[in-house]
């Protein structure tokens, strides 16, 4: 009885925080609903000013990361507020990012990619020049800090569920035909996100974020429309190169090469859609951090993302096949790294929410699936998804939480991912509300790996309230 008395204690005390903290976070929301939006100015400048505030609660029950067995909640709050000033082909823009996170059971759980607080996520000059050519098209270039999603944003893309926001300082250019060609170069240093450690990140402590050319990121995309009637193509080459930066950060020292392609045919009701990508990745890293490790791996890695769906006419149903692959590796004796790197591609659209969860992530994965999306041509949309999850190696870590048999003798099959969301606007475009679960049902590797919890089956659900301005 005790027991039960203290659980029903503690249930009672995160739910009394958690509506404390929704109230405060849509009090503020509410109070920037109705800012100004896009204005003319008498110089001829457009200027146009918007930006959002997120509450966002999520609750694990079963956790499945080493050394953690008590149930965990957090909530998180994410302000934005993105300025922009254009004139003729020229565009100015500007934007404040604002990611703190209140009422973590376990500060182990407060990571880079749900705080960062107060910090000046874009300021960018921008030019495109329109007609560049005798058949149209146009040229352009940017230069600053600045977020963006790479064709499918699987590779490097721009969060949306994640509290914080992959960004990058550097330049990339751009040339675009008429017809729907395009080709993008880039170079650019990651920004990596400061200060460090779950005590800073509990306080909520404000640090600039870093960059250095000890760690960048170059290469070239390319798109078209009309290489294939009806098909969106894309084609992609990065490198990577990091190396430790004495006294700031340790690294894996990769030296990573990424080459990659995408088939897309849209939805469309009535009618059959498709989406392949798939890369593979050569080059070198260390198998840890330490900077002891001098060590070069070689990586012989790859992904794959496919999924075959079909629009039922006149309903806005669509239901898909999936399967998504990311190599593991085989042997961590051999002198080799069969593990893909996932660089700077969030994973929400295909694997599941991040935070607190992040269970399954784009490395030492094999997950066939089927996924349903209602979509009745109003605001609002439903997703339900399911996953059976494999290890491609059984001798390697699972995702990034840590859990691992380096015997291979706790087999490969992790479990059934089953996954729902649901997105209602509460008010048509100020405010939104998304609702979400995964049930995760453990297979043989985490009811046999020493190093699992042994907790049971992990649950996750969250809520989020989303004020536009």
Not at 214 to 219: I, K, N, P, V
Request: aromatic letters at 12%; charged letters at 20%; zero cysteines.
């Amino acid at each position: 009885m005790n027991f039960l008395i203290a659980d029903a204690w503690a249930a009672s005390h995160r739910m009394a925080r958690f509506f404390k903290f929704m109230v405060a976070g849509a009090v503020l929301g509410l109070s920037f609903t109705g800012a100004a939006h896009a204005q003319d100015t008498p110089s001829g400048w457009t200027l146009d000013l918007s930006g959002a505030h997120r509450v966002h609660y999520e609750y694990l029950d079963n956790p499945f990361r080493p050394g953690r067995t008590e149930d965990e909640a957090i909530v998180s709050l994410r302000t934005a507020i993105v300025a922009k000033a254009r004139k003729g082909g020229w565009e100015f823009g500007a934007e404040l990012h604002d990611a703190r996170a209140y009422g973590a059971d376990d500060v182990r759980n407060l990571t880079a990619g749900i705080v960062n607080a107060v910090e000046p996520l874009q300021y960018y000059v921008r030019y495109t020049h329109k007609n560049a050519f005798a058949g149209g098209g146009e040229v352009g270039a940017q230069v600053g800090r600045f977020t963006w999603a790479l064709g499918s944003g699987r590779v490097i893309g721009r969060n949306i569920y994640r509290n914080t926001i992959f960004t990058f300082a550097g330049a990339r250019a751009h040339i675009a035909t008429e017809n729907g060609n395009r080709l993008d170069a880039f170079w650019m240093m990651p920004g990596q996100i400061r200060p460090v450690g779950a005590d800073a990140f509990d306080d909520n402590e404000i640090a600039h974020d870093m960059f250095d050319d000890d760690f960048t990121l170059a290469g070239f995309f390319g798109e078209s429309t009309s290489l294939l009637p009806g098909i969106t193509s894309r084609a992609y080459a990065i490198w990577m190169d990091e190396e430790d930066n004495i006294g700031k950060r340790e690294t894996f020292d990769r030296n990573l090469f990424t080459l990659g392609a995408q088939f897309q045919k849209k939805r469309t009701a009535g009618a059959w859609d498709f989406d392949i990508e798939g890369a593979l990745q050569r080059g070198e890293r260390r198998a840890t951090r330490n900077p002891a490790d001098v060590t070069d791996l070689n990586v012989r890695a790859s992904f794959l993302h496919a999924e075959v769906g079909y629009s039922v006419a006149d309903s806005g149903l669509n239901v898909a096949a999936t399967y998504d692959f990311a190599s593991g590796d085989e042997d961590p004796t051999d002198g080799r790294s069969g593990l893909y790197d996932p660089i700077f591609g969030p994973i929400r659209g295909d694997l599941g929410p991040t935070g607190l969860f992040t269970m399954v992530h784009r490395n030492n994965m094999s997950a066939p699936g089927a996924r349903v999306l209602y979509k009745p041509g109003t605001p609002w949309d439903l997703m339900f998804q399911w996953q059976a999850i494999w290890l491609d190696s059984a001798f390697d870590t699972f995702g990034r939480i840590g859990v691992r048999d380096i015997t291979g003798q706790s087999g490969t099959f992790a479990g059934h991912q089953i996954q729902m969301r649901a997105r209602v606007p509460l008010v048509q475009d100020r405010v939104k509300l998304e609702v979400g679960a995964v049930s995760f049902q453990n297979g043989e590797f985490f009811n046999q790996a020493p190093n699992a919890t042994g907790a049971g089956n992990p649950l996750f659900t969250y809520v989020s309230v989303e004020f536009l301005f």
